[in-house]
């Protein structure tokens, strides 16, 4: 019941900072608890950062804790990641990920969890 769209990655050099945001159709945004995930090559898809229905709450993953910010703009029907302090082992495709909760103050972090996915955007960190 939601398209998400995720905007252009981007080649950035280590330190550097990125935005990505991730706009969803629909009217009912707010529904959904959001999520981003990232895939390197040859690696299986991890979990990178979270947040709830409210915005409330919020949960990272280790390697991108302290540098990831993840939020959300329900008016406007958008998540955001803001990335600082780069790092090459950052690069990867990164997805926004949808998932209907009844619950406002949930969070999600398996992809397993996620119903619908945005359709991936590369960013890559140069050394």
């Known amino acids: 019941q939601v398209q998400l769209v995720e905007s252009a990655g981007g080649l950035v050099q280590a330190g550097g900072s990125l935005t990505f945001s991730c706009a969803a159709s629909g009217r009912t945004f707010s529904r959904y608890a959001m999520g981003w995930f990232r895939q390197a090559p040859g690696k299986e898809r991890e979990f990178v950062a979270a947040?709830?229905?409210?915005?409330?709450?919020?949960y990272y993953a280790d390697s991108v804790k302290g540098r990831f910010t993840i939020s959300r703009d329900n008016a406007k029907n958008t998540v955001f990641l803001q990335m600082n302090s780069l790092k090459p082992e950052d690069t990867a495709v990164y997805y926004c990920a949808a998932h209907l909760s009844y619950y406002s103050g949930s969070y999600y972090i398996g992809p397993n969890d996620y119903d619908y996915w945005g359709q991936g955007t590369q960013v890559t960190v140069s050394s």
């Open positions: 947040i709830s229905r409210s915005g409330a709450n919020t």
